[in-house]
């Protein structure tokens, strides 16, 4: 009875029993349990008995959500932290050593990418690729290659990794592969079908839908053998095997830095995820929309968007995606100011945010990748006309009038 994906989550906190008869499990803001047989407390701390110990190891109510991510990525267990690049550090942090080795998608958000240059500095070395291509992929693999990283759907220019071929690569070497599926969501897509052994999901984008709190998780499929994987602490091999990757995570990337995703966050976020399908289905077809209307438009150079035919990857997104989603960038003609353009729109809202019920833009080159440099930016097609679009559940009409006022 509770086999769709959005019936599965509207009952998942029902599964267990909740105090009061609620159907949301409560927001549990203490920070220290107690327990009556001080033999229990010890057996906690073990792992001999389930319960709560200290508040930055997580709550009931971060527990809840947990469960509802594992239900939807179809994993074993997941592991929540306070932001999404918590949960992307806590695996690198958790599973790597000096003299380490990764594969990594070239595309990269720009905090990702920042995050892999502290790695290096740390003893890590990061072999950048071309991820639409498998073989690009295979031949940066080495003897020490501990993991490869992707993203489904590259932010802003929207490129989209060989995940099937890349999941079959990383099966047949015995290296983890770990995707990125928040620009996705488990509801267009599901890595575990293309043999992921860890997923991270920003759960402030999409999954939390309402900007109005700060998440990531990080969930273990249960498809890779951690017997195998050298790293792996000899003090977490009490459990089941199939756990030794998410209980270190859990120890060392998120214990020990402490990067716990709270109670208040946890249940909001817990609550937008009920009408994740309803939001992707409603903001994916504007994106188809707008979409089109923008490539046929005199004054727009180009739209990066993989519903589109001419896309490069068109045809994997249809393969792989239930739909292409809500993310788009375009490139303005010659002689338009992408900050005038920006101004002129009354409904989309500047914003560096995405994932949002509402419609935000931002430009590229001048904000979230200003960083880089010049030189860097032309080396990843970003023109300093580009501006990414986050496309919400507005109604069609209003959002194509806003765009076509502002063009005009």
Sequence with gaps: MKNGFTTKILHSDLESPIEHFAVHKPMHASVAYGY????????VFKGELSGYVYG??????????????SKMEDGIATACFSTGMAAIAAIFIALLRAGDHVVSSSFLFGN???????????????????????????????????LVFVETIANPRTQIADLTRIGELCAARGVLYVVDNTMTTPYLYLPKRDKAGLIVNSLTKYIGGHGNALGGAVTDTGLFDWTRF????????????ALWGILQIRKKGLRDIGSTL????????????????????KASGNAVQLARFLAAHPKVRKVYYPGLDDHPQHRLATSLFKTYGALMSVELADGIDCFD????LKLVISSSHLGDNRTLAIPIAHT??????????????????????SIGIEDLDDLLGDFRQALG
């Design 56 to 69: 930055r190891q997580g709550n009931p109510t971060t527990a809840a959500l947990e469960a509802k991510i």
């Design 112 to 146: 990702t990418n920042s995050l892999f240059g502290t790695l290096n500095a740390l003893g890590c070395e990061i072999s950048f690729v071309d991820p639409t291509g498998v073989a690009n992929v295979a031949g940066a693999i080495r003897p020490n290659t501990r």
């Design 262 to 281: 709270a109670a208040e966050p946890a249940h909001r976020i817990a609550t937008g995820a009920e009408t994740l399908a309803l939001r992707m289905e």
């Design 230 to 241: 050298s790293n792996i602490y000899d003090n977490y091999k009490n459990a089941q095997p």
């Design 368 to 389: 979230i990748y200003w960083e880089m440099g010049a030189q860097r930016r032309a080396e990843m097609g970003i023109a300093d006309s580009l501006i990414r679009l």
């Design 36 to 43: 009556a047989d001080a033999r229990d407390l010890a057996k």
């Design 341 to 344: 353009f920006l101004n002129r």
